[in-house]
């Protein structure tokens, strides 16, 4: 690894809640010669990786892979199906939430900001008030985070969609998944999701590189008549090119390669089964975490995020401080507090390609940078994890 480091042999931990760890085969398949986007061989690519990230979105309706990151997703998704002045609501859940509301507010959209304390999830009750208030029916969209990264809270996408019926409100839904695809169960369809969000870099297993929206029926009605300019995010020239498996500009070849074999690999394992390995893993994390003596950003029993856990540390001791003295000794990259938690809260990611021997040593990275950065604790942590994850 390059930088100014002197070596640390072993293999680094890369435990931050995305970029996630990208297994060797991954790595393999991206590692082919670029090919003619737009010959023979290309196609037969594009139209596996297009079907086959339906499946991950638990959903029918066509999905669109832009060469971006996350946050240009989420661009897409809001400049696809909205015009300049539109009224939004987003719930603060946290970090991502912010960023998102920042860059809705910044392309001209009315937001309305339902605040939060950044240890909740989404509260559906205050979206139904909210609806249930607008009676001309000014609110355009419902945005909200699944799982809010900065936090470790994972919010019920299944209550929002409820309210919003309940009030009979039309507003699109539109529901951030980055860090939940493929990580946490997640249900386009089935909860009735407008427009879903996703990114490459965490559940995935991929680099970062790659953004997704999947897109209903109704958001692509609303986006015939959307009227913010948009060039590069444009739907309609994606699902076009895409019948075709083709798409309109230079796709990110490379990483689609990577996708095909993540979906693969997805496969093989079963999405059930991805997810009962993160919930499984999660718990016994969480369970060190209790043993230490430290508390989880996430108040609610049933939020606790099964792809991260964020751990806040005891007052008058700082988490970047903390996890400076983790990647030093033990060569371990943990995730850092994001805006009003910053140097208070360290991340844990436990998801993507990820199994019991890495929570392992993930954790037992963690129990001993508390101890070499004095911060009290008590040991046995690690034990109470293996014990869960090893009963007898
Ligand atoms: C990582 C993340 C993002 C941002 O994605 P980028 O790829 O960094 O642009 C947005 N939302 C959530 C919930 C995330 O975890």
């Known amino acids: 690894m390059a930088g100014n480091q002197p070596y640390q042999a072993g293999r680094h931990f890369l435990q931050i809640p995305g970029p996630t760890n990208v297994p060797d085969r991954i790595l393999r398949a991206i590692d082919g010669a670029t090919i003619d986007h737009r010959g023979p061989g290309f196609e037969r690519l594009g139209h596996r990786v297009l079907d086959g990230i339906k499946p991950i979105f638990q959903t029918t309706d066509p999905v669109v892979i ?22 939004v609501l987003m719930a603060e859940t946290g970090q991502f939430a912010s960023l998102w509301h920042a860059l809705a507010e910044r392309l001209g959209l009315d937001v309305v900001f339902l605040r939060g304390d950044w240890r ?3 509260r559906a009750e205050e979206i139904a008030q909210a609806l249930e208030q607008d009676k001309n029916s000014r609110i355009k969209a419902v945005c909200c985070v699944h799982n ?12 929002v969609r409820k309210a919003m019926d309940d009030a009979g409100h039309p507003a699109l839904l539109m529901v951030d998944t980055i860090s939940s695809l493929a990580s946490i169960d997640y249900r386009h369809d089935e909860w009735g999701v407008d427009v879903t969000i996703g990114g490459s870099q965490k559940g995935l297993m991929l680099p970062p590189g790659l953004g997704f929206n999947a897109v209903g029926a109704k958001a ?32 990110a070849t ?53 792809s991260l856990t964020a751990v806040m540390l005891p007052d008058g001791h700082n988490a970047d401080d903390f996890r400076a003295t983790v990647l030093e000794r033990f060569n371990m990259s943990l995730g850092n507090g994001l ?25 037992s990275g963690v129990e001993m940078g508390l101890a070499a950065a004095n911060i009290p604790h008590n040991r046995g942590g690690v034990q109470a994890a293996l014990d869960y994850l090893s009963p007898n």
């Open 66 to 87: 832009y060469p971006a990151s996350g946050t240009g997703a989420w661009e897409a998704a809001l400049v696809n199906t909205l015009s300049p002045g539109d009224r």
């Open 254 to 306: 490379n990483l689609l390669y990577g996708l095909d074999e993540a979906l693969t690999m997805l496969g093989e394992e079963g999405l059930v089964n991805v997810f009962h390995r993160h919930a499984r893993l999660a718990e016994a994390a969480r369970l060190a975490v209790a043993a230490w003596g430290l508390e989880t950003v996430a108040q609610n029993e049933g939020e606790m995020s099964n």
């Open 148 to 159: 809010e990264t900065s936090t470790g809270i994972t919010s019920d996408i299944a209550a």
């Open 339 to 363: 805006g009003r938690l910053a140097g208070k809260v360290f991340r844990i990611g436990h998801l993507g390609d990820f199994n019991e021997l890495m929570l392992a040593g993930t954790l």
């Open 120 to 122: 909740h999830g989404v």
């Open 220 to 251: 692509l009605a609303a986006s015939d008549t959307a009227a913010m300019t948009r060039s590069y995010w444009d739907w309609g020239p994606m699902l076009t090119a895409n019948k075709g498996g083709a798409f309109p500009y230079t796709p």
